[in-house]
């Protein structure tokens, strides 16, 4: 929650959608850039502190929005309310309120669908798109999670994405609110193949947490910063998951379809993930997009999720260099 984590930098904006959103917002310096980062799940604003710390240290503006759902922003309990592109109008109000014509956008995670609307929605307002850990998304495309899982299962022997199954249930959010901590050592997790038979598999997630499982603390997350997580999403995961709905249940296909949405990226893109998996996007896999000023993949020397927290300093690096490089062009 930007206004308990960073309390100084912290703002709040009243949309006319109606909606609430609380946001960190520092001022870029003469000749810098302004840099908006967006969260994934479960997560918010806090997700981002190495980044906000260096990043404005350097000179950068920072804007770092507790995203819809989540921290000191609204949550409202229709899913409609998460179709991307309301959330998208939303975000280009903070950036009309905070009079930012331009800047370099970041995301991780399920954030990463919101800038890929974003990239096609209001193409003229970044400098930039970064996707951590989650690459580009087509619009107008449809997801079939049956499909999905049962193609990783072929592939590589189980199921990858069973735990959406559980996140789009009634019930999900009062579940994760019951057992977070149990919840939070499976999600940042010390050991990343955690995952592989705790959150993957159908079935795998509601089990761990229903048996009140606990895992290591992972090394990147410190007691301190684990407690300041659950003071932000603690007893809020219900409205957080209400992100996924829209991806499992298309709900944002017509809208994309009916805008007529290009897949395209008119900005430079780099895609950032650890080098385990970053062959797995070569430019070559990317031919059914058009990233028409190129596109920069990345791999940083870490196994998790959590780029942002794990690899900290190294994100930071390639983050600084690439908008540099963007600067002198």
Same mark, same amino acid.
């Given at each position: 929650? $930007? ?15 109606? #909606? ?28 981002? *502190?190495?980044?906000?710390?260096? /990043? $404005? ?9 507790? !995203? &819809? ?23 280009? +109000?903070?950036?009309? #309120? ?5 800047? #370099?956008?970041?995301?991780?995670? @399920? ?13 003229? *307002? ?32 189980? %199921? ?42 159908? +079935? ?5 947490? *229903? ?15 684990? $407690?300041?997580?659950? *003071? ?14 829209? &991806?499992?249940?298309?709900?944002? %296909?017509?809208? %994309? ?37 190129? !596109?920069?993949?990345? +791999? ?17 690096? @390639?983050?600084?260099?690439? /908008?540099?490089? %963007?600067?002198?062009?």
């Amino acid at each position: 929650m $930007a206004h308990i984590a960073f309390p100084r930098n912290a703002k709040s904006l009243n949309l006319s959608s109606g #909606h609430t959103y609380a946001y960190v917002y520092i001022p870029a310096q003469p000749n810098k850039a302004t840099i908006l980062f967006l969260h994934g799940f479960p997560s918010s604003s806090y997700d981002w *502190r190495h980044q906000i710390s260096f /990043f $404005a240290n350097e000179g950068y503006g920072v804007l770092a929005p507790d !995203l &819809l759902g989540y921290g000191g922003t609204s949550k409202p309990a229709s899913t409609a309310e998460y179709k991307a592109k309301k959330m998208v109008a939303e975000i280009e +109000g903070i950036l009309d #309120h905070e009079k930012l014509q331009r800047v #370099h956008a970041v995301s991780h995670d @399920i954030g990463s669908t919101l800038l890929s609307r974003l990239a096609n929605y209001l193409t003229q *307002r970044l400098l930039s798109c970064t996707f951590l850990g989650v690459p580009y998304s087509r619009p107008g495309s449809h997801f079939d999670l049956d499909a999905v899982n049962a193609m990783t299962k072929n592939l590589l022997g189980k %199921e990858k994405f069973g735990y959406l199954r559980l996140f789009v249930e009634d019930y999900a959010g009062n579940l994760l609110d019951e057992h977070s901590d149990s919840f939070f050592t499976l999600f940042y997790p010390a050991e990343a193949n955690l995952w592989d038979d705790h959150m993957g598999p159908t +079935g795998s997630m509601e089990a761990w947490l *229903r048996e009140d499982r606990q895992a290591p603390l992972a090394s990147y997350i410190t007691s301190e910063e684990k $407690a300041m997580h659950q *003071r932000i999403l603690g007893g809020n995961h219900g409205t957080a998951l209400k992100w996924y709905h829209p &991806l499992v249940y298309n709900m944002n %296909e017509q809208d %994309e379809i009916d805008s007529a949405l290009a897949n395209q990226v008119a900005r430079p893109v780099l895609m950032v993930f650890p080098f385990s998996t970053a062959d797995q996007y070569s430019a070559s896999e990317s031919k059914s997009i058009e990233f028409a000023n190129g !596109l920069t993949i990345k +791999g940083v020397s870490t196994r998790g999720h959590w780029l942002q927290l794990e690899a900290k300093d190294q994100v930071n690096a @390639i983050l600084k260099e690439f /908008f540099e490089q %963007e600067a002198s062009t």
